[in-house]
């Protein structure tokens, strides 16, 4: 094929032709270019969820009715971060960053941005209230306080390149670290790189990448596997999502390197369905991948041959679990298996195969171009590199955090995520998803590596960051996450089928203002149990929410079961509501919104509520405005 790319100095070629394209949003050299601006829509699961294709069509639709298409291109990318802020648009070369844009706005911007020269304030995200005309005017993506304290590697190119075009991707130094390896470096080289940067997987365990790798090239077989897992379903996660979406080339570049070194030639990307855009991206950038000659035969003129392959998982967490995973790219159920032995001896197939997250892969390439020592010189002396966090729950700044390991919560919540919204205060952060643990106010210093989470009770994970504030329940935040767990559970072992139900049995009750005296011995005797004895990561670590949450709020489950008070006020069947004589003006806004009609007294007297007959649906405290009506 005439497109196939056998050289570097072809791979060099198509990289300086796109960044003349690129150029604007770049800051590169834009001398001799046709287009005067660019425009950046987020096209991220968000902003697309938002209207983002809608302002894409709305934009290339007015530009060509205006006659100014050939000035201005429309570009469509990843997640730039802050999806609080969505659908997110920046406009190049000024820079210039509109949030909460919607299709409505699109023709006031084609007047007075593109025609008139005059950007219009009112989208222009502020950061403060009181910002000058000219602070505003100046206003750009990375002058946020939001990503101030950011690091990007993992998500250098989402936002920037149009994850559909392989030529953006090269643009960046695509490809390059593939051509590397193939051309200058053995697999033992290979390997070593990845040793000596101290890479750890990114998907939750923590475990050291090139030892892995080291062990699937030590095992000797006809056939080796080399698979991503994509399989992102922790509550609040979409890191690996977002990835996929904005970056995809990056993984398929990282998977050969990985193929490469311990000779395999063949891969799987195991991707849930329910990640069409993630699905569409990466089928994409196979096929260009493939006409372009970096996947298939004979890569860059070498003996080297990979192609990858896409396995759409049905949306069982439990596939997220390494040898679930593997059974299920097979057609079987998708249930773990007993280690040993390890998947780098047995695994797909029955053959050697390693098996990495998808962040995990996205970190490889630049190690490989950068050199080891560029990544270790990042992050904790036993967390090397940078971590990325899907900030959600109670928190300003909704979105993607990439920040160096070793960066304290306080910084991730405070300085990049705003803190809590309405003033209300930052009571606890659940990482790890449902196999983690909150980490309370008291430990918001902690520098964040996968051994000071550990130490403290909760875990890294895939990168989950659920925010809670005064107002959550940890009880319920427990049975929740456990909730989630066994209506994931596989049912293999008994452990995981049977103990986390009674657990979870437990909680309802007293949540339910029905817990009993030995209630919190109960749960910590049947953790300790299902934590030694389950099959599979998923179970073993199940227990994880409501052990971090006795060991820092346990006197929330205390009041719950001895006090029968929910200390949040949020578990409904223990919260009561009073209204203060002193403050209540008797307007009967509260009566006559009740719905139980349990609230009594005559206008301009104060009211009572029959709490025998109250519903705890909090209309009244809604509905009063001078703030007497209080809940306990």
Known sequence: ????????????????????????????????????????????????????????????????????????EVVMTGCFGLCALGPIMIIYPEGVFYSKVTADDVPEIVEEHFL??????????????????????????????FYKKQLRVALRNCGVINPENIDEYIAMDGYFALAKVLKE????????????????????????????????????????????????????????????????????????????????DQGYIYCRAEYPIAVKRLQIAIRQAR???????????????????????????????????????????GEPR?????????????????????????????????????????????????????????????????????????????????????GKKFKAAQTGGPSGGCIPASQLDVQIDYDNL??????????????????????????FFLDFTVDESCGKCAPCRIGTKRMLEILERIVDGRGEDGDIEKLEELAKAIKATALCGLGQTAPNPVLSTLKYFRHEYEAHIYEKRCPAGHCKKLVTYQIDPAKCRGCTLCARGCPAGCISGTVREAHRIDTTKCLKCGVCMEKCKFGAISRS
Not at 293 to 319: E, H, M, P, S, Y
Request: proline share 4%; hydrophobic share 35%; with cysteine.
């Open 454 to 479: 550990t130490a403290i009770g909760s875990m890294m994970g895939s990168g989950g960051m659920i925010v809670m504030d005064e107002d959550t329940c940890m009880v319920d935040i427990a049975r």
């Open 185 to 264: 470096m053995t697999p033992e080289d290979v390997i070593k790189t990845i040793l000596d940067s101290g890479l750890r997987g990114r998907g939750g365990g923590g475990f050291p990448t090139g030892r892995k790798w080291q062990f699937a090239r030590n095992s000797v077989s006809d056939k080796k596997y080399v698979v991503c897992n994509a399989d992102e379903g922790d509550p609040g996660a979409f890191m690996d999502r977002s990835i996929l979406e904005g970056d995809p080339h990056v993984v398929i570049e990282a998977m050969a390197i990985a193929a490469y070194a311990i000779g395999a």
């Open 1 to 72: 094929m005439e497109h196939v790319i056998r050289t570097i100095d072809a791979l060099n070629e198509v990289k300086a032709g796109c960044l003349k394209e690129m150029a604007l949003r770049t800051g590169g050299d834009a001398t001799g270019g046709k287009l005067k601006r660019e425009i950046l829509v987020c096209g991220g699961t968000g902003c697309t969820s938002s209207g983002s294709p809608k302002i894409r069509e709305q934009l290339e639709e007015l530009l060509k009715v205006r006659g100014i298409e050939d000035t201005v």
């Open 338 to 422: 007993p280690r040993p032995p390890f998947p780098a001896v047995k695994g797909l197939f029955e053959k050697p195969t390693i098996l990495n997250n998808v962040e995990t892969y996205a970190n490889v390439p630049q190690i490989i171009n950068n050199g080891w020592e560029w990544f270790a010189s990042m992050g904790t002396e036993k967390s090397k590199g940078t971590k990325v966090f899907a900030l959600g729950g109670k928190i300003s700044n909704t979105g993607l955090v990439e920040v160096p390991m070793g960066t304290t919560l306080r910084e991730i919540i405070y300085d990049i995520g705003g803190g809590c919204p309405n």
């Open 116 to 145: 008139k020269g005059r950007p219009v304030e009112r989208l222009i995200y502020k950061e403060e209230e009181n910002e000058t005309e000219e602070q505003i005017l100046n206003s750009s993506l990375s002058n946020t306080q």
């Open 291 to 333: 006409e372009y000659g970096l996947l298939g035969k004979n890569i860059f003129g070498t003996d080297f041959c990979f192609d990858v392959d896409v396995r759409l998982g049905a949306g069982a967490f439990v596939c997220g679990e390494e040898t679930a995973l593997m059974t299920s790219i097979e057609g079987k159920r």
